[in-house]
C-alpha cells in the first residue's frame, strides 16, 4: 500500500466496489506526497477534496494536476488577461477557445493562433519544434478550418556555443520536417539571438486558417446518447506530464555550458512527445471532410493534458458530462495504466463528437484516409444539480475508475493572484552615457576581417548589426513558404501577403497580410511601453504590404511567475498590449501564456510575440515590398527619433559595463496616436496601388524602422534589391539607430513625390526627405559608405559558417 | 471535346489542388484521380503532383510505386498519353522505373524553397515541346530529395538522346548534370523537380511556369487531334 510507484501496479479491472467513490485503479489509496511530485500544492490539493467531498484516486488525481498545470489552466496569468480587449465587429470566436475566429466577409472567416513550444525545444529541438508545428494545426482545423499558412518566432542563445547551434538546427530542421511533409506552408517569422535564451530558447508557432463560416464547428460535447470518437494515432506513454512536469516548470540545471555531467533537462526527455506528419496530414484531410459532410456536431484536438482535456473541456463547454472508456483507446503499449491513458500526449489524435446514426459514414471516410478511429466516451446527461460528471470506466459496465465533475478540471481551475513588485531598478540591457559612447568606437566582440576593414565607426557598427541579426533566409529557404499558390509575398519582408483562398475555397481578390513581431530588449528596459511599441511595429509591418489590421494573437513569453518581478513584467506587457490595442482598435482573439522560461535561475527577458493579422481587399498587383528602386525619391514618414534606449546598438554594441543595472534609464517614448496615422496612411497608399494591375507605382519600396535602426533599415532594403542609396542629413548614432517603431521609408517614385508629401502632410504626418536610390552602394553621407556586396556577406557569413558541415 | 487530365491524390500528397488551379488557370478540364483508381481510362493525361506520398516513408516513391494507381499510370505511359510527373512525382516515377535513375538528398543536406533559373535543354518532351531550346525559366524548387543521380552510362543516353529537358543555371542541390528534368524516349512521360504551378501569375512572382504547363497542354490537344 505504501508504494509510491504506480507503474509497479498492472493495469487491471478492480475487482471491489466503492460505493464512496470511484474504486482505485491503482489498488494504493491517496499517497501524501504524490500531488506534489505531480506539479500539484498542497491548498490545490484541498481544493481537489473540497470540489470531490473526498480524496481523489490517483487516477483523478494525475487528471487535475496536468489539467491544473500552468500550461493548461493559466493560472498565473488568467487573473491579468481579462484586461485585454478581445471584442470587435469581426470577431465571431473570442479567446478561450481553440482558435480565434474572424469574420472576412463574403462568408469566409479566418482562424489564427499563436502558441509556444519553448520548453519541448530546449529538450529535444526537433522533436519540441516539430510537434508545436502539429499541435497548432490541430488547434485550427478542429475549428473546421483549412491550416493555410504557418509562422515563427524563433529566439536562441548565440551561435559561438555549440550546444545552441544544435538546438537552433534541431529546431529549424524540426519545423522544416513536420510543416513541409505535412502540407502547410511556413509563411515567415522571426529570429533572434541573445544570451538569455542559452538553455531556454523560445519557439512560438503561429497558425492562420481560412473556413467557410458554416463549417465552423467548437468543441463541444452536445447531445446525450452522442458518441465521443477518437481518431488518429493510437495512445502512447510518450508526453505524459508534458503539460505539468515539462512546460510548467523552470530549467534548473546547468543549460548551456554543455559540461560533462549529466543535464538536469535530461531527465524530462520522456516527456517531449513525438510527431508524425503523415498522420497529422491524414487526420487534416479526413477532418474537414467528416465536417464538410456535417458527421460531427463537435470537434476538438488532443493537445496538452491529452484525453483528460478533451473530454473534460467539450463536456464542460456543453454542460453535458461524459463516459469514457478507457479500455477502449487503442494503445501503443500494452499494460499502460488508465492515468497514462488518459494524461498522455501522444500526437495527431482528435476527439469528434458524433451523433450515433453518422456513426458509420465518419468510419468510411477515416477507412479511406487510413485514419483510426474508435468509440471512447458518451455523452450523458447532467446530474439532479446540473454537475456533469466526468467519469473514466473500464469497458461501458465496467467499474467507474474516476468520477470528476468535468467543469472543476477547467472552470475551477485555481486562479491566483500572485505577488508583484516592479524591480528596484530595471535592469539595463541598455543603459550606455551617448558623450561616451560616441567616443568609443566598438572594441572586444569578435568581428569579421570584413568588419575591421570597414573604414568608419558607423560603418562598421551597422555592418555589426546586420551580422548579428542572422540570415534570416538560411532559415526560411528551408520551409515550404508557396504551397496552396497564395503567397503574394513570402518570408523576408516586413509582413507576409497571403491570397485569402484555401482548397475549396476560391480566390475572390483579397488577401490577409500577417506578420509575429516581439522585442525583448524594449520591453526589459519597460515592459509596458515596450510590449505597447511591439504592437505598433506588427502593425506597421502589416500596413507596409497594404494590410488595414483587424486582429491581434499573442504569445507571453515571461520568466518564473513565482518571482513578483515576473509577475510585474507580465501585468505590465498586458497593460501595455490593451492600451496600444485600444489606440488600434485591435481585437485580441487568442494568446498562450509560456511561463517559467528561465535557466540556472536566471529568468529571461520579457518576451511578448505579437501576431498581427491584416485584411487587403484587392490585390492586383505585389506590393513594393522593402525594395530600393533605382531613381526613387526617398522619405522618411513620421517623426524622427534619436533616443538609443533599448536599440541593439545600445544592447548589443554598446552594454555598460559593470553592474548593468540602472534606474533612470527609460525607453524611447511612443505617441501612439501619431503611429496609428501612419499605420493608417501607409496603408492605404499600399492598399491603393496593389488594387490596380495596370496603374504605375508610384511607392517603388517600402519599409519600417524597427530593431537596427534606420541604417539597418536602409541597409535591409538595399541588399534585398541590390540597389543603392545616397542619403543625407542623418546626423549621428542617434538618427541612425534609434529603434522607436514610429517611422516608415518609402522610395516614391520621382514625379509622384509632392503628392504623396503633401497628402501625408495634410494627414499630420511628418515627412522628411532622405535622399535618392541608386548605384551599388549604401552612402549616408558623413555616416557610412558600404558596398552591398560587403552588406550581404556581413549577413550571411555568420549562419553559413556556423553550420558549414 | 475537351481533355481531361487527372492528377493523382495518394495519402501525403499536397500539391494537387495547386496543380488544378494552375491547369484550370489556362481553361484545361483536370481532376482529383484517388490513389486506389485501378483503371485510368477516358483521361487524355496524368499527372503526379508533389507532397509526401505515404508519407515518403522507407524513401520518397517507395511505396507509392505500388499504389494501385502506378498500374493505369504505366499503361498511360506505354500507350504514348502524357505522364508528369513534378517533385514527389518525379521520385515516384523513378522508383516506378517509368524514367531512369533516381533522387537523392540535396548536397548540403537541408531542405530547399526558393525559386531557381532554368534552361530549356531539350524541346522532346510535352513540357518543353513549345519552348526554345536555351529558353531561361524562373521557376520555384521545394524538395529535400532532388539531388538527381544515375549511372554514367544511363546519363550518356539521357544526354545523346536529348532527354534532358531541364537544367539548373545554378545548380541548387548537387544534382548531376545540373538535371532538373528528363524524360523518356517518346518525349511523353516527363519528370521535374521544379514547380510549374508555383509560377502561374505576376502575383506569384513568375509566370514561367505557365508555359511548360501551355506546351503540355497543347501536346494532349495535338494527340487528340491525332
Not at chain 1, 313 to 321: D, F, L, N, P, S
Not at chain 1, 378 to 395: A, E, F, K, S, T
Not at chain 1, 662 to 676: E, I, N, P, Q, W
Not at chain 2, 2 to 27: K, Q, T, Y
Request: with cysteine; net charge negative; charged share 20%.
Amino acid at each position: 500500500m505504501n508504494s509510491s510507484e504506480p507503474s509497479d501496479i498492472s493495469f487491471g479491472v478492480p475487482s471491489t466496489t466503492d460505493t464512496a467513490g470511484p474504486v482505485d485503479s491503482t489498488g494504493a489509496g491517496h499517497i501524501p506526497s504524490l500531488h506534489r511530485q505531480m506539479g500539484l500544492d498542497d491548498n490545490e490539493f484541498a481544493a481537489i477534496r473540497a470540489i470531490l467531498g473526498r480524496d481523489p484516486n490517483h487516477l483523478e488525481l494525475a487528471m487535475y494536476a496536468v489539467m491544473w498545470s500552468e500550461h493548461c489552466s493559466y493560472k498565473s496569468s488568467r487573473l491579468h488577461l481579462r484586461r485585454l480587449p478581445s471584442e470587435g465587429k469581426r470577431v465571431i470566436v473570442g479567446p478561450g477557445e481553440n482558435a480565434g475566429v474572424l469574420d472576412v466577409g463574403d462568408g469566409i472567416a479566418i482562424a489564427v493562433r499563436i502558441e509556444s513550444h519553448n520548453h519541448p525545444s530546449a529538450i529535444e529541438p526537433y522533436q519540441g519544434a516539430a510537434t508545436g508545428v502539429g499541435g497548432i494545426l490541430r488547434d485550427i482545423f478542429t475549428m473546421g478550418a483549412r491550416p493555410i499558412a504557418v509562422m515563427d518566432s524563433l529566439y536562441f542563445g548565440p551561435l559561438d556555443n555549440p550546444r545552441n547551434r544544435w538546438v537552433m538546427e534541431g529546431v529549424v530542421g524540426g519545423i522544416s520536417g513536420y510543416g513541409n511533409s505535412v502540407g502547410v506552408p511556413t509563411v515567415g517569422g522571426e529570429l533572434s539571438f541573445a544570451s538569455c535564451y542559452e538553455g531556454n530558447p523560445l519557439v512560438n508557432v503561429l497558425c492562420l486558417g481560412v473556413l467557410p463560416v458554416e463549417r465552423l464547428v467548437l468543441g463541444r460535447a452536445s447531445g446525450v446518447g452522442n458518441l465521443a470518437v477518437l481518431m488518429g494515432s493510437r495512445t502512447g506513454r510518450d508526453g505524459i506530464g508534458g503539460v505539468s512536469v515539462l512546460a510548467s516548470a523552470g530549467f534548473k540545471g546547468d543549460s548551456g555550458g554543455g559540461g560533462p555531467e549529466a543535464r538536469a533537462e535530461d531527465s524530462k526527455r520522456p516527456s517531449v512527445q513525438v510527431g508524425d506528419p503523415f498522420e497529422e496530414k491524414r487526420l487534416i484531410e479526413a477532418c474537414l471532410e467528416i465536417l464538410d459532410a456535417g458527421l460531427a456536431v463537435g470537434l476538438q484536438d488532443l493537445g496538452g493534458a491529452g484525453l483528460a482535456c478533451a473530454t473534460s473541456e467539450t463536456a464542460a463547454r456543453a454542460g453535458m458530462g461524459m463516459d469514457v472508456d478507457v479500455s477502449a483507446v487503442p494503445l501503443r503499449e500494452s499494460n499502460m495504466e488508465p492515468y497514462e491513458v488518459m494524461t498522455s500526449e501522444s500526437q495527431e489524435r482528435m476527439l469528434a463528437i458524433v451523433e450515433p446514426e453518422k456513426l458509420s459514414a465518419l468510419e468510411e471516410v477515416c477507412r479511406r484516409w487510413e485514419v483510426h478511429s474508435s468509440v471512447v466516451g458518451r455523452v450523458v446527461p447532467p446530474d439532479q444539480d446540473g454537475i456533469g460528471y466526468l467519469r473514466v470506466r473500464y469497458g461501458w459496465k465496467g467499474q467507474v475508475l474516476a468520477e470528476i465533475p468535468a467543469a472543476s478540471l477547467s472552470q475551477s481551475a485555481p486562479c491566483y493572484a500572485r505577488p508583484i513588485q516592479p524591480p528596484a531598478k530595471v535592469k539595463s540591457l541598455a543603459v550606455f552615457q551617448t558623450e561616451k559612447t560616441k567616443q568609443t568606437s566598438s572594441t572586444g566582440a569578435k568581428r569579421s576581417s570584413r568588419v575591421a576593414s570597414s573604414s568608419s565607426v558607423y560603418s562598421s557598427d551597422l555592418l555589426r548589426l546586420i551580422a548579428e541579426a542572422g540570415d534570416p533566409e538560411w532559415v526560411y529557404s528551408q520551409y515550404d513558404h508557396q504551397l496552396f499558390l497564395n503567397t503574394v509575398v513570402g518570408p523576408g519582408d516586413d509582413a507576409t501577403l497571403l491570397r485569402l483562398a484555401a482548397p475549396g475555397i476560391p480566390w475572390k481578390g483579397s488577401a490577409v497580410a500577417l506578420s509575429v513581431d516581439g522585442n525583448p530588449r524594449w520591453c526589459a528596459l519597460d515592459p509596458r511601453a515596450g510590449t505597447a511599441a511591439t504592437v505598433a511595429e506588427s502593425v506597421l509591418n502589416v500596413a507596409c504590404v497594404g494590410g488595414r489590421p483587424i486582429g491581434l494573437v499573442n504569445c507571453l513569453n515571461f520568466g518564473n511567475p513565482e518571482h513578483p518581478e515576473v509577475m510585474w513584467q507580465l501585468s505590465e506587457a498586458i497593460d501595455g498590449m490593451a492600451e496600444a490595442c485600444r489606440a488600434f482598435d485591435l481585437p485580441v482573439v487568442g494568446g498562450n501564456v509560456s511561463l517559467y522560461n528561465e535557466s540556472s535561475g536566471i529568468d529571461i527577458m520579457p518576451t511578448p510575440v505579437i501576431g498581427v493579422v491584416g485584411l487587403v481587399d484587392q490585390v492586383a498587383k505585389r506590393p513594393p515590398g522593402a525594395r530600393l528602386l533605382a531613381g526613387s525619391v526617398l522619405l522618411m514618414l513620421g517623426t524622427p527619433q534619436d533616443q538609443l534606449e533599448g536599440s541593439r546598438w545600445a544592447t548589443e554594441l554598446h552594454p555598460t559595463q559593470g553592474t548593468g543595472m540602472a534606474g533612470d534609464t527609460a525607453l524611447f517614448s511612443l505617441d501612439m496616436g501619431r503611429v496609428v496615422g501612419l499605420a493608417r496612411f501607409v496603408a492605404e497608399l499600399v492598399a491603393e496601388q496593389v488594387a490596380q494591375s495596370t496603374t504605375e507605382p508610384v511607392v517603388t519600396g517600402i519599409h519600417d524602422v524597427s530593431a537596427g535602426g534606420l541604417g539597418v533599415c536602409l541597409a535591409e532594403m538595399a541588399m534585398r534589391s541590390s540597389t543603392g542609396a545616397v542619403v543625407n542629413g542623418i546626423s549621428g548614432h542617434e538618427e541612425l539607430f534609434s529603434e522607436a517603431p514610429c517611422r516608415v521609408v518609402l522610395g516614391i517614385s520621382p514625379s509622384a513625390v509632392s503628392q504623396v508629401v503633401a497628402r501625408a502632410v495634410a494627414q499630420g504626418i511628418q515627412v522628411t526627405e532622405l535622399g535618392v536610390a541608386r548605384g551599388d552602394r549604401l552612402v549616408i553621407e558623413k555616416l557610412v559608405d558600404l558596398d552591398i556586396e560587403e552588406l550581404l556577406a556581413a549577413r550571411k557569413e555568420p549562419l553559413a559558417l556556423a553550420f558549414a558541415h | 471535346m475537351v481533355a481531361r487530365i487527372g492528377v493523382v491524390v495518394f495519402p501525403g500528397s499536397n500539391c494537387e489542388h495547386d496543380v488544378l488551379l494552375a491547369l484550370g488557370s489556362l481553361g484545361a478540364r483536370a481532376e482529383l484521380v484517388w490513389h486506389t483508381s485501378q483503371s485510368l481510362a477516358g483521361l487524355d493525361a496524368v499527372i503526379l503532383p508533389g507532397g509526401f506520398a505515404h508519407g515518403d516513408y522507407l524513401r520518397p516513391g517507395a511505396i507509392a510505386r505500388f499504389s494501385p494507381v502506378m498500374a493505369g499510370v504505366g499503361a498511360m505511359a506505354r500507350s504514348g498519353k502524357p505522364v508528369v510527373g513534378i517533385c514527389n512525382g518525379f521520385q515516384i516515377l523513378t522508383e516506378a522505373g517509368l524514367l531512369p535513375g533516381a533522387l537523392q538528398k540535396n548536397r548540403g543536406m537541408r531542405f530547399i524553397c526558393k525559386t531557381v533559373q532554368l534552361e530549356v535543354s531539350s524541346t522532346l518532351s510535352v513540357l518543353t515541346k513549345g519552348l526554345k531550346r536555351g529558353q531561361r525559366l524562373q521557376i520555384p524548387i521545394n524538395h529535400f530529395e532532388g539531388n538527381y543521380t544515375c549511372d554514367a552510362r544511363t546519363l550518356c543516353e539521357l544526354e545523346e538522346e536529348d532527354r534532358v529537358i531541364l537544367r539548373y543555371v545554378d545548380n541548387p542541390n548537387g544534382a548531376m548534370g545540373d538535371i532538373a528534368g528528363i524524360c523518356n524516349r517518346a518525349g511523353n512521360v516527363v519528370g521535374l523537380m521544379p514547380h510549374p504551378e508555383r509560377s502561374m501569375d505576376e502575383l506569384s512572382g513568375s509566370k514561367d511556369g505557365a508555359f511548360l504547363m501551355g506546351s503540355l497542354l497543347s501536346c494532349i490537344d495535338q494527340l487528340e487531334l491525332g
